[in-house]
């Protein structure tokens, strides 16, 4: 069944409207009568038959509810450098299918691309709609948030205070991944700071070292993209806590 987020949760009904009302009635071509499954960010989600379609909104019953166990259970967080191209799209559609709680673009000394005012506004929301577009295809009944373009300054105040940093260094030779996950405790949300194609400047590491307690890690021997290096420490985390695998 085609999977939509809910715009207006009611009793025994519930309502989707604008895009996702466009998308039901002129792409899909869906029809009264159709079953549908709607989410609304909660965690639950409702099997249900599409009992009217008007020019604005769509009117499905709801038949049954359930609270499918899909979402990771330890919170992980990708704060990303500013990178060029697809690379943070990459990012956020696969870091969504995988489980990731959110994503903070974040803007770093060497990254190409730098977002400010309406232009970062606009690409947040962009963004956002992938993340969207990647929970419904994935079955995930949360979607992560996309939240706006970041300095550092900024980090401690956008995740809760009893969060876990880890950075990802390619100058850290001795302090493994693996080890340090065992130091974490997974009730607790975890963010990952990834640089961007260029990697984090010393200054940057130190830093998030000393204001936000990050642990540097090494991901191996390996020098990998930003994109990479992102995915890859997703993985690794949620597959430790056995979310993955």
């Known amino acids: 069944m085609n999977r939509f987020k809910i715009t207006e949760l009611g009793k025994e009904?519930?309502?989707l409207r604008d895009s996702e009302r466009d998308h039901l009635a002129r792409v899909l071509r869906l029809k009264p009568g159709d079953l549908v499954v709607g989410f609304d960010n909660t965690g639950m989600e409702y099997t249900s038959v599409i009992?009217?379609?008007?020019?604005?909104?769509?009117?499905?019953?709801i038949l049954s509810t359930d609270h499918p166990d899909v979402e990771a259970h330890t919170s992980v967080y990708i704060v990303a450098g500013l990178s060029k191209g697809e690379k943070m799209e990459w990012v956020i559609q696969k870091g969504t299918e995988l489980g990731m709680e959110g994503l903070i673009p974040l803007r770093a000394k060497r990254s190409v691309m730098q977002l400010e005012g309406s232009k970062a506004q606009e690409r947040v929301v962009r963004w956002q709609k992938i993340a969207s577009e990647a929970a419904k295809q994935s079955h995930r009944v949360q979607e992560p948030k996309i939240l706006e373009v970041s300095a550092w300054k900024d980090l401690a105040e956008r995740l809760p205070e009893n969060t876990q940093w880890l950075i990802p260094y390619e100058e850290e030779k001795t302090q493994r991944l693996v080890s340090v996950l065992d130091t974490l405790d997974p009730?607790?949300?975890?963010?990952?700071l990834i640089g961007p194609?260029?990697?984090?400047d010393e200054t940057e590491v130190s830093m998030a070292q000393e204001k936000l307690g990050a642990k540097s890690v090494s991901l191996g021997p390996r020098i990998l993209r930003t994109e990479t290096a992102a995915l890859a420490t997703l993985t690794m985390v949620l597959a430790h806590y056995g979310d993955l695998g």
């Open 13 to 15: 009904v519930f309502w």
């Open 51 to 61: 009992r009217k379609i008007e020019d604005k909104s769509v009117t499905c019953q």
């Open 187 to 192: 009730q607790r949300p975890i963010a990952i």
């Open 197 to 200: 194609e260029g990697g984090f």
